[in-house]
């Protein structure tokens, strides 16, 4: 089955810094691999997403990378806040119905 | 849009009992809803899947006569955890998706269980 690993497990940088979180998978038939957000004591929230088919995907500060042929992707997150602080989730999702988990990354944003 | 709502947000309950919780796709049709649990500084498993109006699907080694869940229209799920324990303290989260063909899930608050 399909296997997510995520690194760095934490990661503090400073304000106004960039942070990078970067995932690998195993199983090739995964084609949609979103990002989550999760504050403590909330649940995941979705932040980005990328398709198979794309190589490269940017919303304001956020941006996700994908390299199929490796099997591997990457959150960017440029100019950080603090409001940024949080543990980020990678999932890969090779059908509808699974969407698998890395371990998670903490980030903290030192102002 | 996309909102998923659940209820309670914390519950505690003694050993022996049982608890329900519910969750609730606010502006959309949830054709499949999921249940995660997740211990503290852990990612999350899937508990089960459920569609509406089927019986759920369970992840291997969880005991689908301890985590009853029920599906029964497109916007409420709920999962209800029968003679709890204390090991059964955890965080459960539900999500749901729009379409059998999309992968978007969104996820609720979660729901923190105590059990005495």
């Known amino acids: 089955g399909e296997n997510v690993e995520q690194h760095p497990s934490t990661l503090s940088v400073q304000e106004g810094d960039s942070a990078v979180i970067k995932c690998t998978y195993s199983?090739?038939?995964?084609?949609?691999f979103p990002w989550y957000k999760q504050e403590l004591g909330k649940g995941p929230q979705l932040i980005i997403d990328?398709?198979?088919?794309?190589g490269e995907k940017k919303d304001q500060r956020i941006a996700v990378t994908l390299n199929k042929t490796a099997k591997h992707f990457s959150l960017h997150i440029t100019e950080t806040q603090p409001e940024d602080s949080a543990v980020y989730f990678c999932?890969?999702?090779?059908?509808?119905?699974?969407?698998?988990f890395g371990p998670g990354t903490s980030l903290s944003v030192i102002p | 849009g996309a909102v998923v709502s659940q209820h309670p947000s914390r519950v505690i309950c003694k050993s022996g009992t049982s608890v329900k919780i519910e969750c609730r796709s606010l502006d959309f049709q949830a054709t499949t809803m999921f249940w995660y649990r997740q211990f503290p500084k852990q990612s999350l498993m899937l508990m089960a899947t459920?569609?509406?109006?089927?019986?759920?699907?369970?992840e291997q080694g969880v005991e689908k006569d301890k985590f009853l869940i029920n599906h029964a229209s497109l916007t409420l799920s709920t999962l209800t955890v029968t003679s709890a324990h204390p090991e059964d303290s955890s965080f459960y989260i539900c999500s749901a998706r729009g379409g059998r063909t999309t992968y978007e899930q969104y996820f609720g608050p979660g729901t923190r269980l105590t059990v005495t």
């Open positions: 459920s569609n509406e109006g089927s019986k759920a699907t369970y």
């Open positions: 990328i398709r198979s088919n794309v």
């Open positions: 999932a890969a999702t090779p059908f509808p119905d699974k969407v698998i």
């Open positions: 199983d090739s038939a995964s084609n949609y």
